[in-house]
């Protein structure tokens, strides 16, 4: 039976970039808002984002059912604590009014709800009119989280259909990373999945050899030119309730 956690994975510089660019960008994106906003944070997890919404009116949903050790399946967290919830609801009906909020985030949650589009219409129902609502979601993601992860990713186009059809305009989408990026993140990780999954450990000259086209992928990303349209960690998305 595989043991699979994300514990393992985080040890390689790539994961940290995907990761920290998120946080920077979310943390940002928070604490540009207005103080006194009412925010639903929508699936909310483990609520890592309430620090940076002291100046907020916070509210946190989750349905909570993750349990790492429900399914020993892809990657699994070591371990999840959802502390203390304000709303424990399905995303796509939560039991609050018609333009309850301010402003929503929902940050690497879309790939774990099987219906995506419909959250966006509830958010349109929840949010008010000039309010704000925050995305992000990977571009191509492994299996996680599992058994609640049903899609691997999401490209700029799925939000510019369906926010713009469920009365949002978009004003900013941010690419995390770029084609470059990504391969290294997915480089770095099988020496990981090839002990887990093969059961044969790297050679020295394998891990040479991997070292060095990471810099050569280093290299293009810093000279990088658009590569994101074929491939990135995952979009930023920022879009006002019209």
């Given at each position: 039976m ?49 620090q ?22 892809g ?12 709303i ?6 939560i ?24 959250a ?56 995390n ?7 290294n993140?997915?480089?770095s ?6 002990e ?19 810099k ?19 979009f ?7």
């Amino acid at each position: 039976m595989k043991n699979n956690n994300f514990s393992s994975l985080q040890k390689n510089k790539d994961m940290s970039l995907n990761e920290q660019n998120r946080i920077d960008w979310v943390k940002q994106t928070l604490e540009s808002l207005p103080k006194g906003l009412r925010i639903l944070d929508a699936g909310a997890g483990e609520q890592q984002f309430k620090q940076y919404c002291s100046h907020l009116k916070y509210v946190s949903q989750d349905f909570a059912q993750y349990d790492p050790k429900q399914i020993k399946k892809g990657l699994q967290m070591p371990a999840w604590d959802y502390g203390k919830l304000d709303i424990i609801s399905d995303i796509n009906n939560i039991p609050e009014p018609n333009e309850s909020f301010d402003a929503i985030l929902c940050t690497e949650v879309f790939e774990h709800i099987p219906e995506p589009i419909m959250a966006i219409k509830e958010f349109g129902r929840l949010i008010k009119k000039n309010g704000t609502l925050i995305i992000t979601a990977p571009f191509c993601s492994m299996t996680h989280f599992a058994p609640y992860h049903y899609y691997s990713g999401f490209n700029r186009f799925f939000y510019e259909k369906h926010l713009l059809e469920n009365s949002f305009e978009i004003s900013t989408i941010k690419c995390n990373g770029n084609y470059f990026d990504y391969v290294n993140q997915e480089l770095s990780r099988s020496p990981y999945v090839g002990e887990e999954y093969s059961k044969i450990k790297i050679t020295k000259i394998e891990s040479l050899a991997l070292k060095i086209i990471s810099k050569m992928l280093l290299r293009f990303s810093k000279n990088d030119k658009g590569s994101s349209e074929l491939q990135n960690f995952g979009f930023h998305i920022i879009a006002t309730k019209k």
